[in-house]
């Protein structure tokens, strides 16, 4: 097919904190160089933010290189954390707060700031542009341009294509932006980068990558309850109860309003197991429901989050590009933050491509990268913090949390050894009846809800009339294998309701129900699913979530 083609000198797949503090940093080196260069910023969010989902309790430390005086410029960092409380959650209704002196001290929060994460992307997207970096929102990166062995650049998804494959009416043909460098950073279980780690072996010798799913919700409270720049995090309860691991946090920003959410690791082995579910009946507890009674839910989102640190850490350069942020999984998952060690990676890249140009390269693998990242804080950081997933997937929250303890606060290092949790998070599931079966609550429509009310609050869209984007390699495996093996979990670990188990209209028995059009592109699906079965690519552009102030 013969495709319009533009050309850059580096080319970003994905409008998040990493690609977007690459963007600005390279345009920034290229000014003080006086040497003209193009850069692109391809995100298939309808906007800007529209797909940018964390916490946030974010550490400027990255953002303080890009942007000394950030202050001045007019970041949304509007609410500094004043104070923090672990809790341990024993069961539905008791919880002991944790003596500050016992808490490992990544998770203490002296000048971290809660902010939306979508409002901050926003704000680098215009320091960006003020750069003069070209940002595309709605442009989703479809497929990967590779000759000779050597990355190219990207194509962008064909727009107005019908679900049989049909062209309609208004129908444009994906582009070709090709670049001398193309830099990836899609963020969690990005399609492309999954792709890529694949096919040039990036993964070799490392452990397998492990993840969690984050749910989470913005809510107006009562005046009288908000406390600005409070942070909360829980442990135990409702997971303990799962058999899983993870914790919750609670985040009191300005304006009135709260984030409260949920992460559940996907190494769980209960396949009756919800995060979703697990997510609602939380805010039951009265450590969390005396914050949110009387309150209104404003936002909804779930999102995967890359939590294998350093152990899964793949190669991240290869010919003709890189690989950063949470694409690689640099999110350090002992301090629940991902974006300053995103945007730091985006940082390393863009000063290891503006070197590669300078010296005229194109499309060579920059093997200057890895020297770099060796040598920078990130590097450390996470080396330092290496034992913190295997640890609490080996031995669960209290054990792994008092080895954190133990290596953060004793020692001040980490131990002379390195754990390893080498099973795939999908191999984790026992077979449903081997598995305690979980009861939940119905949803009452003030705390807790349902999932098709949550997916309506995220403003998520897609052309209906358009291929389905969730893919399965074997379309018979899921009620050949999966429903009689594991009750078909995909029904569960869902955040949206796309999967169902239904009754064939022909009454020829149970059918598989993909409902594509309530895809909050989390990517769930792709990493937990026991049979490796499913596969996210990217739908039409500009479909998806819009979150607001997320």
Same mark, same amino acid.
């Given at each position: 097919?013969?495709?319009?083609?533009?050309?850059?000198?580096?080319?970003?797949?994905?409008?998040?904190?990493?690609?977007?503090?690459?963007?600005?940093?390279?345009?920034?080196?290229?000014?003080?160089?006086?040497?003209?260069?193009?850069?692109?910023?391809?995100?298939?969010?309808?906007?800007?933010?529209?797909?940018?989902?964390?916490?946030?309790?974010?550490?400027?430390?990255?953002?303080?290189?890009?942007?000394?005086?950030?202050?001045?410029?007019?970041?949304?960092?509007?609410?500094?954390?004043?104070?923090?409380?672990?809790?341990?959650?024993?069961?539905?209704?008791?919880?002991?707060?944790?003596?500050?002196?016992?808490?490992?001290?990544?998770?203490?929060?002296?000048?971290?700031?809660?902010?939306?994460?979508?409002?901050?992307?926003?704000?680098?997207?215009?320091?960006?542009?003020?750069?003069?970096?070209?940002?595309?929102?709605?442009?989703?990166?479809?497929?990967?341009?590779?000759?000779?062995?050597?990355?190219?650049?990207?194509?962008?998804?064909?727009?107005?294509?019908?679900?049989?494959?049909?062209?309609?009416?208004?129908?444009?043909?994906?582009?070709?932006?090709?670049?001398?460098?193309?830099?990836?950073?899609?963020?969690?279980?990005?399609?492309?980068?999954?792709?890529?780690?694949?096919?040039?072996?990036?993964?070799?010798? #490392?452990?397998?990558?492990?993840?969690?799913?984050?749910?989470?919700?913005?809510?107006?409270?009562?005046?009288?309850?908000?406390?600005?720049?409070?942070?909360?995090?829980?442990?135990?309860?409702?997971?303990?109860?799962?058999?899983?691991?993870?914790?919750?946090?609670?985040?009191?920003?300005?304006?009135?309003?709260?984030?409260?959410?949920?992460?559940?690791?996907?190494?769980?082995?209960?396949?009756?197991?919800?995060?979703?579910?697990?997510?609602?009946?939380?805010?039951?507890?009265?450590?969390?429901?005396?914050?949110?009674?009387?309150?209104?839910?404003?936002?909804?989102?779930?999102?995967?989050?890359? #939590?294998?640190?350093?152990?899964?850490?793949?190669?991240?350069?290869?010919?003709?590009?890189?690989?950063?942020?949470?694409?690689?999984?640099?999110?350090?998952?002992?301090?629940?933050?991902?974006?300053?060690?995103?945007?730091?990676?985006?940082?390393?890249?863009?000063?290891?491509?503006?070197?590669?140009?300078?010296?005229?390269?194109?499309?060579?693998?920059?093997?200057? &990268?890895?020297?770099?990242?060796?040598?920078?804080?990130?590097?450390?950081?996470?080396?330092?913090?290496?034992?913190?997933?295997?640890?609490?997937?080996?031995?669960?929250?209290?054990?792994?949390?008092?080895?954190?303890?133990?290596?953060?606060?004793?020692?001040?290092?980490?131990?002379?050894?390195? &754990?390893?949790?080498?099973?795939?998070?999908?191999?984790?599931?026992?077979?449903?009846?081997?598995?305690?079966?979980?009861?939940?609550?119905?949803?009452?429509?003030?705390?807790?809800?349902?999932?098709?009310?949550?997916?309506?609050?995220?403003?998520?869209?897609?052309?209906?009339?358009?291929?389905?984007?969730?893919?399965?390699?074997?379309?018979?495996?899921?009620?050949?294998?999966?429903?009689?093996?594991?009750?078909?979990?995909?029904?569960?670990?869902?955040?949206?309701?796309?999967?169902?188990?239904?009754?064939?209209?022909?009454?020829?028995? #149970?059918?598989?129900?993909?409902?594509?059009?309530?895809?909050?592109?989390?990517?769930?699906?792709?990493?937990?699913?026991?049979?490796?079965?499913?596969?996210?690519?990217?739908?039409?552009?500009?479909?998806?979530?819009?979150?607001?102030?997320?």
């Amino acid at each position: 097919m013969e495709r319009e083609s533009m050309e850059f000198d580096v080319l970003i797949v994905g409008g998040g904190p990493a690609g977007l503090s690459a963007a600005c940093r390279v345009m920034q080196m290229a000014q003080e160089a006086e040497q003209e260069l193009t850069v692109c910023v391809v995100e298939k969010g309808s906007e800007i933010g529209a797909h940018i989902m964390a916490g946030t309790v974010f550490e400027p430390t990255a953002l303080n290189e890009l942007f000394p005086d950030w202050k001045e410029k007019g970041a949304p960092l509007n609410t500094p954390v004043t104070r923090d409380d672990i809790f341990l959650l024993k069961n539905q209704e008791g919880a002991t707060k944790i003596p500050n002196a016992f808490v490992p001290k990544n998770m203490h929060n002296h000048g971290n700031y809660i902010i939306s994460l979508g409002n901050l992307c926003r704000w680098l997207a215009e320091q960006a542009e003020g750069l003069g970096v070209e940002v595309y929102p709605g442009f989703a990166a479809a497929e990967t341009i590779v000759e000779d062995g050597q990355v190219k650049g990207i194509i962008t998804g064909d727009m107005g294509v019908a679900r049989d494959g049909s062209e309609k009416d208004g129908y444009m043909p994906g582009m070709e932006l090709r670049a001398k460098y193309t830099l990836f950073t899609e963020g969690c279980r990005g399609h492309l980068g999954k792709r890529l780690i694949n096919d040039f072996k990036l993964d070799e010798g #490392k452990d397998p990558q492990h993840y969690g799913i984050g749910i989470k919700e913005l809510w107006d409270i009562d005046p009288a309850k908000h406390e600005p720049g409070l942070v909360i995090h829980t442990t135990g309860w409702p997971l303990n109860e799962s058999g899983s691991t993870g914790g919750s946090f609670l985040y009191h920003l300005e304006n009135g309003q709260v984030y409260v959410g949920l992460i559940s690791d996907l190494s769980y082995s209960n396949p009756h197991m919800s995060p979703f579910d697990e997510f609602q009946r939380l805010k039951l507890h009265p450590e969390i429901k005396k914050h949110l009674e009387g309150g209104k839910r404003v936002a909804y989102g779930a999102r995967a989050i890359t #939590k294998g640190g350093f152990n899964s850490l793949p190669k991240m350069s290869f010919p003709g590009g890189l690989l950063l942020g949470c694409d690689a999984g640099t999110l350090n998952s002992s301090k629940i933050k991902g974006s300053h060690t995103a945007m730091k990676s985006g940082l390393l890249g863009a000063e290891a491509v503006f070197e590669a140009l300078k010296d005229g390269k194109s499309g060579e693998e920059i093997t200057s &990268f890895e020297e770099r990242f060796k040598d920078s804080w990130l590097y450390k950081e996470l080396y330092a913090e290496r034992n913190f997933s295997p640890g609490m997937h080996k031995f669960g929250n209290f054990v792994g949390g008092a080895i954190a303890y133990f290596e953060q606060n004793i020692l001040r290092s980490s131990l002379p050894f390195t &754990f390893h949790d080498t099973t795939p998070d999908y191999a984790t599931l026992k077979p449903a009846d081997q598995a305690k079966k979980i009861a939940y609550p119905k949803p009452d429509n003030k705390l807790t809800f349902d999932k098709l009310s949550s997916v309506f609050i995220s403003n998520t869209n897609h052309e209906e009339d358009q291929p389905v984007h969730l893919k399965l390699s074997n379309p018979d495996i899921p009620i050949q294998e999966n429903l009689p093996k594991y009750n078909e979990p995909a029904q569960r670990y869902c955040p949206a309701g796309v999967y169902e188990v239904v009754e064939a209209d022909d009454g020829s028995g #149970k059918k598989f129900q993909i409902n594509a059009q309530n895809c909050v592109h989390c990517k769930t699906c792709d990493i937990k699913d026991p049979s490796q079965n499913i596969t996210w690519v990217t739908p039409e552009g500009g479909g998806g979530p819009n979150y607001p102030n997320m």
